[in-house]
């Protein structure tokens, strides 16, 4: 009887253990897996670092920019008053085309983008009295420091080069073609291609160096808002008429 009684009971007891290993296995393959979080970004951190950054290029930027800008004015206001006294003809035309390309310059300086100007003074004023605006704050400081590399980085492109020795070249062909004046062409091609070159090369090149630093020690993610020099607009002439075409 005894033995009967073990031999019935033997298959209920394989099929309860199968029973718990397979529901041990199942709780083990449904577990979940720790995970290791990546470590949290430190907005406060990065921010002291952009804004020492920026604080050692906002002063030589806003040198360049004044400098070359005054320049300008007063090239234009000293050509004009020659152009007023001068005793001759030939004299006046020479200084009126001065006058001409001291206004273009002067013009260009005042269109030309500063990002960095009064960027400090605004980034200070944000609220960071949460996790959100210091973030947003943080990203606002590296679209300044992108936006400044951009135009640093377009001065020293050959574009500007380009600009400028059309408008000197123009300004040679109208005293020499225009006056019949071609020494007069010559000196001022030539004045007029020395004041380029010592205006782009005096450019400063700190905040491409910056952001170039940045980019290696903190690998960011595209700035919030988009720097100039990744703002692509093309015009298309369709069936409708011109449309603009941008990527951003």
């Known amino acids: 009887m005894r033995i009967a009684l073990a031999a019935s009971l033997l298959p209920a007891a394989a099929i309860l253990l199968l029973g ?3 529901a041990a296995e199942t709780a083990t393959a449904t577990a979940p897996t720790p995970t290791t979080s ?54 006046r035309e020479l200084s009126g085309v001065g006058v001409g390309q001291a206004v273009l310059g002067l013009g260009a300086m005042l269109m030309a983008p500063n990002t960095l100007r009064g960027a400090r003074a605004r980034l200070n004023k ?6 959100d605006g210091q973030y947003a704050r943080r990203k606002r400081a590296e679209y300044v420091l992108a936006a400044v590399a951009a135009e ?19 300004g ?16 001022i091609l030539a004045a007029g291609s020395v004041v380029t070159t010592v205006q782009i090369l005096s450019r400063p090149f700190s905040a491409t160096r910056a952001w170039a630093q940045y980019k290696k020690d903190y690998s960011p993610n595209m700035p919030a808002e988009v720097p100039p020099d990744q703002i692509n607009i093309s015009l298309g002439v369709g069936p409708t008429g011109v449309a603009a075409i941008g990527t951003f």
């Open 38 to 91: 990546a470590p949290p970004v430190d907005d406060g951190a990065r921010y002291a670092w952009l804004d020492a950054q920026l604080a050692q290029i906002e002063m030589p930027t806003e040198r360049w920019f004044t400098g070359w800008t005054w320049t300008f004015a007063w090239l234009a206001v000293g050509q004009g008053s020659l152009t007023a006294a001068s005793p001759t003809a030939k004299q």
């Open 172 to 187: 040679a062909a109208i005293l020499w073609r225009g006056f019949d004046q071609p020494l007069a062409a010559a000196g």
């Open 152 to 170: 640093e980085q377009f001065e020293h492109s050959p574009i500007p080069y380009i600009l400028a020795g059309a408008v000197n070249l123009g």
């Open 20 to 22: 718990s290993s397979a």
């Open 126 to 131: 944000m609220d960071v009295t949460t996790a």
